[in-house]
T-cell receptor
Framework: DIQMTQSPSTLSASVGERVTLTCRAS??????LAWYQQKPGKAPKLLIY???NLESGVPSRFSGSGSGTEFTLTISSLQPDDFATYYC??????????FGGGTKVEIK | QVQLHQWGAGLLKPSETLSLTCAVS????????WSWIRQPPGKGLEWIGE???????NYNPSLRSRVTISVDTSKNQFSLKLYSVTAADTAVYFC?????????????GGQGTLATVSS
C-alpha cells in the first residue's frame, strides 16, 4: 500500500492567516493526489485534484502544489468557514486507494 | 446535480453482516465507479472498494475476504455487504462517486451512515 502522511496533525491559526498543510507519499505518485475538506458530521468535499487543479466552485484562496512524494495545500487567507479537517488521497495505485490521516485546522 | 442517498442497518452484533445501499440520482450511472469509504469515530478515511455499472469490482485487499459490493443498474443503486463484523468495523460509511479514469471522489453520500457493532 502507498502510505500517505499528513503534517501537522493539528494546526492552530487565525482568520486571515496564510496556512500550509503538507502531505507526503511513501513512494512517488506523480501528481495523482487529491485534497478534501471535511467538517464534523459531514461527508468530505473535494477541493483539489491532480495535485493542483481546483475543483469547480472551490474558492481561489485554496491552492495545491507538489509532485512525486511531497505535496502542499495552501489557504491564502483563512476564513471562518475553513476551520475543518483536511485529507489528502493518492490515486496512483488503486490497490488500494489511500488517504492521509488528516490535518485539523483550529481557531487560534 | 448528482445526489447519492444511502441507507442501511445502524446497529449490529459481532459476527453479523453489515448491509448498506446507495441510490444515485441526477446524473449518469454508467460513466463512473461507485465506492464505499468508511471512517471510524474520530479517525481517518479508509477506502473499502468500488463497482461500475457492468459489475467490475475493486476491493481494498485488507477487507477483500469479507466484502461484497453489488450493483442494480435498473434502480441506479449499489450495495455493500461486510461479513462477520467486529467492533473494529464500527464507523461512518459513505458512498461516493469517482470517474472511470480518475481516482479521486467528486461526490459523497450525504452525511454517511453510522454502523455500530456492539454485543
Amino acid at each position: 500500500d502507498i502510505q500517505m502522511t499528513q503534517s501537522p496533525s493539528t494546526l492552530s491559526a487565525s482568520v486571515g492567516e496564510r496556512v500550509t498543510l503538507t502531505c507526503r507519499a511513501s513512494q512517488s505518485i506523480s501528481s495523482w493526489l487529491a485534497w478534501y475538506q471535511q467538517k464534523p458530521g459531514k461527508a468530505p468535499k473535494l477541493l483539489i485534484y491532480q495535485a493542483s487543479n481546483l475543483e469547480s466552485g472551490v474558492p481561489s484562496r485554496f491552492s495545491g502544489s507538489g509532485s512525486g512524494t511531497e505535496f502542499t495545500l495552501t489557504i491564502s487567507s483563512l476564513q471562518p468557514d475553513d476551520f475543518a479537517t483536511y485529507y489528502c488521497q493518492q490515486y496512483d495505485s488503486y490497490s488500494p486507494l489511500t488517504f492521509g490521516g488528516g490535518t485539523k485546522v483550529e481557531i487560534k | 446535480q448528482v445526489q447519492l442517498h444511502q441507507w442501511g442497518a445502524g446497529l449490529l452484533k459481532p459476527s453479523e453482516t453489515l448491509s448498506l445501499t446507495c441510490a444515485v440520482s441526477g446524473g449518469s450511472f454508467t460513466d463512473y465507479y461507485w465506492s464505499w469509504i468508511r471512517q471510524p469515530p474520530g479517525k481517518g478515511l479508509e477506502w473499502i472498494g468500488e463497482i461500475n455499472h457492468s459489475g467490475t469490482t475493486n476491493y481494498n485487499p485488507s477487507l477483500r475476504s469479507r466484502v461484497t459490493i453489488s450493483v442494480d443498474t435498473s434502480k441506479n443503486q449499489f450495495s455493500l455487504k461486510l461479513y462477520s463484523v467486529t467492533a473494529a468495523d464500527t464507523a461512518v460509511y459513505f458512498c461516493a462517486r469517482r470517474s472511470m479514469i480518475r481516482g479521486f471522489f467528486s461526490h459523497f453520500g450525504g452525511q454517511g451512515t453510522l454502523a455500530t457493532v456492539s454485543s
